[in-house]
C-alpha cells in the first residue's frame, strides 16, 4: 500500500498564509471564514508536527555518546 506523503512545510506555511490573508480580508461568509479557520487549524498542526520532527532530528544529531552538546548555529550566507 503506497504510503500518502505529507505535504512539505514551505508548502503548508504558504497555504496558511494565504488562509489568514483571506480572512483577514472581511470578504469571506461566514461558512468561507469558518472552513478557511477549520483549514487553517489543520495546516498549523501540519506545521507544528513538521517543526517538532525537525527539532528532534537535530537533537539526535547533536547527540555525541549518549551527551547532548552544543553547536553554534550558522546560518550559511546570511549576511546580517
Known amino acids: ?4 506523503k505529507a505535504p512539505d ?8 498564509q ?3 490573508e483571506r480572512l483577514e480580508s472581511g470578504e469571506l461568509s461566514l461558512e468561507e471564514s ?3 479557520f477549520e ?3 489543520r495546516l498549523t498542526r ?6 517538532s520532527q525537525a527539532e528532534q532530528k537535530v537533537q539526535i544529531l547533536l547527540e555525541r555518546d549518549g551527551v547532548m ?5 550558522d546560518v550559511q550566507g ?3
Open 1 to 4: 500500500m503506497a504510503r500518502k
Open 9 to 16: 512545510f514551505e508548502h503548508s506555511l504558504a497555504e496558511l
Open 18 to 20: 494565504t488562509l489568514v
Open 34 to 36: 469558518l472552513g478557511a
Open 39 to 41: 483549514q487553517g487549524i
Open 46 to 51: 501540519e506545521c507544528q508536527s513538521a517543526l
Open 69 to 73: 552538546t552544543e553547536a553554534p548555529f
Open 78 to 80: 546570511d549576511d546580517t
